[in-house]
């Protein structure tokens, strides 16, 4: 097989057999699928910034809490698609936004500033609690819920719509990485002076993977009010942006399917544990510096070096 | 009350916070000096001091001042062991990469406070102060041209509060002496200048990198004891110190201690006003995107000179 036949072989497989527990899983666990499936384009976008373009950003909660907020806000007054993409736009401005102030700067800078920023926005959801609810959330009505005549508060209908969204974001990531685009956001972030010095913008191609990295991140978190109907202001707080950042080191950064299988590992391991206790978080914290520690390449990332030298 | 009385009620309990935002981001900032590695749990070791001085006290008994007081000694000490081990275990096999430390760190953040909320409990519990006299406070007036003390209500402080501001103090000189008089401060200069030069000339640079983040640690967890009195201890209170701890750090400039000793004291005492005449939310919203800002238009800080 030729290497293109196998990369399409590889992820289309996975929509498949995505598409196939459709129909055999249990509840439980459908509902689960779903749900990763959503986060896992979340991971996606966040793994255009630090995997391929190696920036560490501690900032994504902020476009995914900016998609979501667009959406839910914004869906009672101009009906279910437009808020989508709303909410898909307000993750990418956001993004070009926070990285027109952001990228001026580098390394460990880079960190803090993103940081800054994304809660600078968690609070200013708390401060406008009058409009967000803050904390406390809100719950958007069955009735704003409906797309194309599609309920999708219906358990079949949002599990088919979340795999539409994560089959959207792995066929538009599939083709970055094999396009000019993302083969320099590469280079970038293999030697930023050397891509500088062969002529590329690095600046200006940062700042697009900014963009596309914000506007998945931002249509994620739309689709996430959309689909199970709630916005919070938890989803824009720090933990909501070290998450990403840990399904994309477990799964495997800089790898096409790393951030999907990333997500499902831990969303089980930490459902698991929180049936044990409620400190569930300690199983993040323990896998962040096992990562680090022994696996920085994560699980794709080893397949990609042992075995599939292929893999995109 | 007039406008002066409230404005001295701000600025000392202002102060209070100075102090011990002082000594967390001293801390902070020395690891970053000498190591060039961003502790993200940082807060986290200020939060293991609070909940170690509430055990030292619950363990010692007798007078609040004598447990106070081994609290003061032993949970920094336990609180430096840890990050030493942490150092030795987790950092020095990550060679100080700044971003895989900091990833590193964020874990380590996780651990500990779910460690600390599955041994310690969810609660918030307080301690009791050594010593806790009112103190009221006198203010002047013109009365018949000439000036009169006199004592207006609500303007009081406690000597605890002022003895925090004093510790905090004496604490700081200790670490300037250190830095500044002593071997092993000559050494840590020496690391932080250059590295690679330091180790040419046979210091053990691995060492002083664990005694350096161990005494960072060590002065959280010091700060910890100092403010748990008055606050209490629990195991989410780390977050707000590492906040602050940052916004100071950056402001002052990277890794340089005197302007991160200006910025916690600006920093306390604005904080101190802002949250007496404002709403502390839009107070924190305003410092963050300052700092932000900060880090992007002057990443030396507002009083560095060295480029970061």
């Given at each position: 097989?030729?290497?293109?036949?196998?990369?399409?072989?590889?992820?289309?497989?996975?929509?498949?057999?995505?598409?196939?527990l459709?129909?055999?899983?249990?509840?439980?666990?459908?509902?689960?699928?779903?749900?990763?499936?959503?986060?896992?384009?979340?991971?996606?976008?966040?793994?255009?910034?630090?995997?391929?373009?190696g920036?560490?950003?501690?900032?994504h909660?902020?476009?995914?809490?900016?998609?979501?907020?667009?959406?839910?806000?914004?869906?009672?007054?101009?009906?279910?698609?437009?808020?989508?993409l709303?909410?898909?736009?307000?993750?990418?401005?956001?993004?070009?936004?926070?990285g027109?102030?952001?990228?001026?700067?580098?390394?460990?800078?880079?960190?803090?500033?993103?940081?800054?920023?994304?809660?600078?926005?968690?609070?200013?959801?708390?401060?406008?609690?009058a409009?967000?609810?803050?904390?406390?959330?809100?719950?958007?009505?069955?009735?704003?819920?409906?797309?194309?005549?599609?309920?999708?508060?219906?358990?079949?209908?949002?599990?088919?719509?979340?795999?539409?969204?994560?089959?959207?974001?792995?066929?538009?990531?599939?083709?970055?990485?094999?396009?000019?685009f993302?083969?320099?956001?590469?280079?970038?972030?293999?030697?930023?002076?050397?891509?500088?010095m062969?002529?590329?913008?690095?600046?200006?191609?940062?700042?697009?993977?900014?963009a596309?990295?914000?506007?998945i991140?931002?249509?994620?978190?739309a689709?996430?009010?959309?689909?199970?109907?709630?916005?919070?202001?938890?989803?824009?707080?720090?933990?909501?942006?070290?998450?990403?950042?840990?399904?994309?080191?477990?799964g495997?950064?800089?790898?096409?399917?790393?951030?999907?299988?990333?997500?499902?590992?831990?969303?089980?391991?930490?459902?698991?544990?929180?049936?044990?206790?409620?400190?569930?978080?300690?199983?993040?914290?323990?896998?962040?510096?096992?990562?680090?520690?022994?696996?920085?390449?994560?699980?794709?990332?080893?397949?990609?070096?042992?075995?599939?030298?292929w893999?995109? | 009350?007039?406008?002066?009385?409230?404005?001295?009620?701000?600025?000392?309990?202002?102060?209070?916070?100075?102090?011990?935002?002082?000594?967390?981001?001293?801390?902070?900032?020395?690891?970053?000096?000498?190591?060039?590695?961003?502790?993200?749990?940082?807060?986290?070791?200020?939060?293991?001091?609070?909940?170690?001085?509430?055990?030292?006290?619950?363990?010692?008994?007798?007078?609040?001042?004598?447990?106070?007081?081994?609290?003061?000694?032993?949970?920094?000490l336990i609180?430096?062991?840890?990050?030493?081990?942490?150092?030795?275990?987790?950092?020095?096999?990550?060679?100080?990469?700044?971003?895989?430390?900091?990833?590193a760190?964020?874990?380590?953040?996780?651990?500990?406070q779910?460690?600390t909320?599955?041994?310690?409990?969810?609660?918030a519990?307080?301690?009791?102060?050594?010593?806790?006299?009112?103190?009221?406070?006198?203010?002047?007036?013109?009365?018949?041209?000439?000036?009169?003390?006199?004592?207006?209500?609500?303007?009081?402080?406690?000597s605890?509060?002022?003895?925090?501001?004093?510790?905090?103090?004496?604490?700081l000189?200790?670490?300037?002496?250190?830095?500044?008089?002593?071997?092993?401060?000559?050494?840590?200069?020496?690391?932080?200048?250059?590295?690679?030069?330091?180790?040419?000339f046979?210091?053990?640079?691995?060492?002083?990198?664990?005694?350096?983040?161990?005494?960072?640690?060590?002065?959280?967890a010091?700060?910890?004891?100092?403010?748990?009195?008055?606050?209490?201890?629990?195991?989410?209170?780390?977050?707000?110190?590492?906040?602050?701890?940052?916004?100071?750090?950056?402001?002052?400039?990277?890794?340089?201690?005197?302007?991160?000793?200006?910025?916690?004291?600006?920093i306390g005492?604005?904080?101190?006003?802002?949250?007496?005449?404002?709403?502390?939310?839009?107070?924190?919203?305003?410092?963050?995107?300052?700092?932000?800002?900060?880090?992007?238009?002057r990443?030396?800080?507002?009083?560095?000179?060295?480029?970061?």
């Amino acid at each position: 097989m030729s290497e293109r036949a196998r990369v399409l072989a590889l992820h289309g497989g996975l929509l498949v057999l995505l598409l196939a527990l459709h129909f055999v899983l249990p509840p439980y666990h459908h509902g689960n699928l779903a749900r990763i499936m959503v986060l896992a384009s979340y991971a996606a976008g966040y793994n255009i910034v630090f995997g391929y373009t190696g920036l560490l950003s501690l900032g994504h909660a902020l476009f995914f809490a900016a998609g979501m907020y667009a959406m839910g806000l914004s869906v009672p007054h101009i009906g279910t698609g437009t808020a989508l993409l709303a909410g898909v736009a307000a993750g990418g401005i956001g993004a070009i936004l926070l990285g027109l102030l952001a990228l001026r700067t580098r390394g460990v800078a880079f960190m803090i500033v993103t940081l800054m920023f994304a809660q600078a926005g968690y609070l200013t959801i708390l401060y406008f609690g009058a409009w967000t609810r803050g904390d406390e959330g809100f719950v958007i009505a069955r009735a704003s819920r409906m797309l194309w005549g599609l309920d999708l508060s219906d358990a079949a209908h949002r599990y088919l719509a979340a795999l539409a969204l994560f089959a959207l974001v792995l066929g538009a990531c599939l083709w970055m990485v094999r396009a000019p685009f993302g083969r320099s956001l590469i280079a970038i972030r293999e030697n930023e002076p050397r891509a500088a010095m062969l002529g590329y913008d690095t600046f200006r191609l940062k700042l697009a993977a900014m963009a596309a990295s914000g506007a998945i991140s931002g249509a994620a978190g739309a689709a996430y009010a959309l689909l199970f109907g709630y916005a919070g202001a938890s989803f824009a707080s720090v933990e909501y942006s070290i998450l990403p950042l840990l399904w994309v080191l477990l799964g495997g950064a800089g790898t096409v399917l790393g951030p999907f299988i990333g997500t499902l590992f831990m969303f089980y391991l930490i459902d698991l544990s929180s049936g044990v206790t409620s400190a569930y978080m300690l199983i993040a914290g323990i896998a962040l510096v096992l990562l680090t520690l022994f696996a920085p390449r994560g699980l794709m990332g080893t397949v990609r070096a042992r075995l599939w030298r292929w893999l995109p | 009350m007039d406008l002066g009385p409230y404005l001295l009620l701000a600025i000392l309990e202002g102060a209070v916070m100075a102090s011990v935002l002082a000594l967390t981001a001293v801390g902070l900032s020395l690891v970053f000096g000498v190591m060039r590695v961003v502790n993200i749990a940082h807060g986290e070791f200020f939060m293991l001091g609070a909940v170690l001085a509430w055990y030292v006290t619950q363990m010692v008994g007798g007078p609040p001042s004598l447990g106070f007081g081994v609290a003061l000694v032993v949970a920094p000490l336990i609180v430096g062991a840890i990050a030493v081990a942490a150092d030795m275990t987790v950092l020095k096999r990550l060679d100080y990469d700044p971003e895989r430390t900091i990833v590193a760190t964020i874990g380590l953040l996780y651990i500990i406070q779910q460690l600390t909320l599955m041994g310690y409990g969810p609660e918030a519990r307080p301690v009791e102060p050594p010593f806790n006299t009112r103190l009221a406070l006198p203010w002047f007036e013109v009365r018949d041209g000439a000036l009169a003390l006199y004592w207006p209500w609500g303007l009081s402080t406690t000597s605890y509060k002022l003895a925090v501001i004093g510790a905090g103090i004496a604490v700081l000189l200790g670490v300037w002496a250190m830095m500044a008089r002593s071997q092993m401060g000559l050494v840590m200069r020496a690391v932080q200048a250059d590295r690679d030069m330091a180790l040419a000339f046979g210091i053990p640079v691995e060492r002083v990198y664990a005694m350096v983040f161990g005494l960072g640690a060590a002065l959280a967890a010091l700060a910890a004891v100092l403010i748990v009195p008055i606050s209490q201890a629990h195991y989410l209170m780390g977050a707000d110190p590492l906040l602050l701890a940052f916004t100071v750090v950056i402001i002052g400039g990277l890794g340089s201690l005197p302007g991160t000793v200006v910025a916690a004291i600006l920093i306390g005492l604005s904080d101190g006003i802002i949250s007496v005449f404002f709403s502390p939310t839009l107070a924190k919203i305003l410092a963050t995107l300052l700092v932000a800002l900060v880090l992007v238009f002057r990443p030396q800080g507002l009083f560095g000179v060295r480029s970061a």
